[in-house]
């Protein structure tokens, strides 16, 4: 389906460029909110979670899919689930930090997560229960941006 493809390479981009938005904006509040305010792994995780959320607000303007909250909301688990399985993974393995690594993770994981939604958009109707929980589940991630960004837990993901 061409606007996921074209929502993958958005939120490519937007994430690739993301990375240095703070540091650029004077550390700016909105841009920290959206965007990796330092090298933590949740800072990371927004990197992918933003763009695929402002993605879904184009493709609600534009489309009318029966399961994109569902769809969207699985992706964003798929995507922050594997990004957190492929990086502490290697890193274990490794016990370094390699930058090629990190972000062909992040690159791979936003392939993956964005194919989970062209098969919960093109191939299953999910129906009205299953996009309701998928909307509560897209406000609990905004929720949680809120949350995070006002006071981290301590918890590794959250550590630099």
């Not at 933003?50 to 909301?73: D, G, Q, R, V, Y």
């Not at 392939?111 to 939604?117: F, N, Q």
């Amino acid at each position: 389906m061409l606007i996921e493809i074209l929502g993958l390479v958005f939120s490519m981009v937007l994430g690739t460029i993301g990375h240095f938005l703070y540091d650029l904006s004077n550390k700016n509040k909105l841009i920290g909110f959206l965007f990796a305010k330092d090298e933590s792994t949740f800072e990371h995780i927004k990197l992918g979670v933003t763009p695929i959320l402002l993605w879904t607000i184009i493709e609600l303007l534009t489309f009318n899919f029966n399961s994109l909250f569902f769809a969207k909301f699985i992706s964003i688990l798929v995507f922050s689930f594997l990004l957190l399985v492929f990086y502490y993974g290697y890193k274990l393995i490794l016990h370094k930090n390699i930058m090629f690594l990190d972000i062909s993770i992040f690159y791979v994981c936003l392939t993956i997560a964005y194919y989970v939604s062209i098969k919960l958009l093109c191939f299953y109707s999910t129906g009205i229960i299953l996009n309701f929980i998928g909307f509560i589940g897209l406000f609990a991630i905004i929720f949680t941006y809120f949350k995070f960004n006002k006071k981290k837990p301590n918890c590794f993901i959250f550590n630099k």
